[in-house]
């Protein structure tokens, strides 16, 4: 079994019956932008709120040592977090093109291995770091309130990392799942088929 298909001379020739490897060098592609787009944003998004968490604790200058451990938690969560993400930049850049078959699917099986290792320990860690950082980072705060508003804060705050726990962060990496899962399968079936063709 000859493993080392050039798809790029097959695309040229086109034979009918082979599925059409224009459309999925297309969604490949389409999905590496996407993927890089999300990457992009979230290092954006959450170097910024670790900017905001550091101007916190310099402006406020808070006593406890539990808030400023729970500040460092928190920071920690995101670059860990974000150390992590970035681990699939170099794949989502490499160019598929001029790849054989095998090199190209084991790109495509590398962002997968990278992105259930995100989803499962990496993300799993975020939460945990993050919400021990926030219910440490509150307890001077809500210290400071009366006992009713206090058990409101952690109530709200809890309901909210358990709401994105149990539901965006399965939804997400269903969908995330889904999209590399079916690219897979496509050339799996492609690689097979023009494998029995030669």
Known sequence: MNSNIDLKELWAKQETGIPDTKDL???????????????????????????????????????????????????????AYLFSYNQSIPLLLKSSYEMSSADYLQQLLSLKRKQQFLEGIMTNLYFILLSTGLFLYMIEYTMRMKLPLGIFCYGITAGWIAFNWFYIKPKTIRKQREKIDGL???????????????
């Open 184 to 198: 897979i399968n496509k050339f799996h079936l492609l690689t097979e088929q023009l494998t029995e063709k030669k």
């Open 25 to 79: 060098f297309k969604r490949v592609a389409s999905f590496k932008r996407a993927h890089l787009k999300q990457v992009i944003y979230a290092n954006i998004l959450l170097l910024l709120v670790a900017v905001f968490i550091v101007l916190v604790w310099y402006y406020f200058q808070p006593e406890y040592i539990t808030t400023k451990s729970g500040i460092v938690l928190i920071i920690l969560a995101i670059l």
